[in-house]
């Protein structure tokens, strides 16, 4: 039986949080926090609405993620002195050291959803997947959503 595409990308995902949710519970994290810490890890000193944009995630799940963050000592956030209703993020030292070992989780599920492929097959379905995700927020920025889709 051939399963759809939609429910084999649900599928995926769901399994990613499994994965994540398993290897982040030791360190006190879970699969919800992991996008916003490594986002942090390549860009400090961005607003929330920075990475509601960037995970096209509303902005509630992106509020409570941050507070997570916040109270178990990994990220701080400060008020923007030139817009105060913007908060900007940073890792504290806690978020930093823990970094490596993020890294190591995300590259250890890389190496398992891509296990039996070549580098160049990788590449491809980095690549295709990515235009799939432009192609579905190019049509939903048509209907008033945001279309800001990064690597």
Same mark, same amino acid.
């Given at each position: #039986?051939?399963?759809?595409?939609?429910?084999? $990308?649900?599928?995926? @995902?769901?399994?990613?949080?499994?994965?994540? %949710?398993?290897?982040?519970?030791? &360190?006190?994290? @879970?699969?919800?926090?992991?996008?916003?810490? #490594?986002?942090? !890890?390549?860009?400090? %000193?961005?607003?929330?609405?920075?990475?509601?944009?960037? *995970?096209?995630?509303? /902005?509630?799940?992106?509020?409570?993620?941050? /507070? /997570?963050?916040?109270?178990?000592? *990994?990220?701080?956030?400060?008020?923007?002195?030139? %817009?105060?209703?913007? $908060?900007?993020?940073?890792?504290?030292?806690?978020?930093?050291?823990?970094?490596?070992?993020?890294? !190591?989780?995300?590259?250890?599920?890389?190496? &398992? !959803?891509? @296990?039996? &492929?070549? !580098?160049?097959?990788?590449?491809?379905?980095?690549?295709? #997947?990515?235009?799939?995700?432009?192609?579905?927020? @190019?049509? #939903?920025?048509?209907?008033?959503?945001?279309?800001?889709?990064?690597?």
């Amino acid at each position: #039986m051939e399963i759809p595409f939609g429910a084999i $990308v649900s599928i995926t @995902s769901r399994g990613r949080t499994m994965f994540l %949710n398993d290897r982040l519970r030791p &360190l006190g994290l @879970s699969a919800g926090q992991f996008p916003v810490l #490594m986002l942090l !890890a390549r860009e400090q %000193n961005i607003t929330q609405e920075t990475l509601v944009r960037h *995970y096209h995630l509303d /902005k509630g799940t992106i509020a409570r993620a941050v /507070k /997570k963050l916040e109270d178990a000592g *990994y990220i701080r956030r400060i008020i923007d002195p030139g %817009n105060r209703r913007a $908060v900007r993020l940073f890792l504290t030292k806690k978020g930093e050291d823990v970094l490596p070992s993020l890294h !190591a989780i995300n590259h250890a599920w890389e190496s &398992l !959803a891509f @296990s039996g &492929l070549t !580098a160049q097959d990788k590449k491809t379905c980095h690549r295709l #997947m990515r235009t799939v995700t432009l192609n579905v927020f @190019s049509s #939903m920025a048509t209907e008033g959503e945001h279309s800001d889709v990064r690597e």
